[in-house]
């Protein structure tokens, strides 16, 4: 359980009990019915971390909405968006295992995080991680409801695979881009869970390294 769940539902628990008290038992319904709704809102269940070389989990719960390749500074990527409902899990995990090199604070707008626009526009924390030799970005994207985003570890942190890292509150949207010769496991429409559903396999350093001579020999031929 997430702290903030307790939290919320101590003080509607207290808002129930002085509404039921001065004036009626009938009204304490609705808060003490939020209160529960906010404790299970803000569960964090344990999850099996996969450890399979090169695995990319899931960031979050929810229901994979997109898998494209886009231009991200001049270089393709592979973008998998996952959409996070209100009945999802909303604790964020690190896809993969390696040190934090860069997190950048977005603001923006709150558009619903089903609009493809949201990825862009939308309030997001951007996150970059380093490790095995690839770079993994991935963004926690506010949406119609969310209105805070928690990232808790700071650059130059090492992330285990899996880790908990933050979470974002009410429906949101998670995305997460890497290179696009990894393999994909995932399609649109697929569920997943966070730190426990493989999206994909990254190709070992040493194979891309090959390829990249074997088409530098090409190239001279």
């Known amino acids: 359980m997430v702290r903030d769940g307790y939290l919320y539902a101590l003080a509607l628990i207290v808002a129930g009990v002085l509404v039921g008290w001065f004036a009626a038992p009938a009204w304490a319904l609705v808060p003490l019915l939020l209160a529960v709704f906010f404790l299970w809102f803000f569960r964090d269940p344990e999850r099996p971390i996969p450890d399979m070389p090169g695995a990319v989990v899931s960031p979050g719960d929810g229901k994979v909405t997109d898998v494209s390749i886009v231009t991200v500074g001049g ?71 969310a209105r805070r ?43 997943v869970q966070g730190g426990a559903s493989i999206l994909a396999y990254l190709q070992p350093q040493r194979e891309l390294a090959s390829a990249g001579r074997y088409s530098a020999t090409e190239g001279t031929r």
């Not at 095995?132 to 119609?144: N, R």
């Not at 695979?161 to 949207?173: A, D, E, N, P, Y």
Request: proline share 4%; charged share 25%.
């Open 149 to 191: 985003i928690v990232f808790t570890p700071k650059v130059g942190d090492r992330l285990e695979r899996g880790q908990r890292i933050g979470l974002i509150k009410f429906g949101s949207r998670v995305d997460v881009q890497f290179d696009p010769s990894a393999t994909l496991q995932v399609k649109v429409g697929d569920r």
């Open 75 to 145: 270089e393709k990527q592979t973008r998998i968006s996952i959409f996070l409902s209100v009945f999802d899990v909303h604790v964020n995990r690190s896809p993969i295992a390696g040190i934090v090199r860069e997190v950048r604070y977005q603001r923006g707008k709150y558009l619903n995080a089903m609009n493809p626009a949201s990825a862009e526009h939308n309030e997001q924390t951007i996150v970059r991680v380093e490790g095995d030799g690839h770079s993994v970005v991935f963004k926690q994207i506010a949406g119609l409801l």
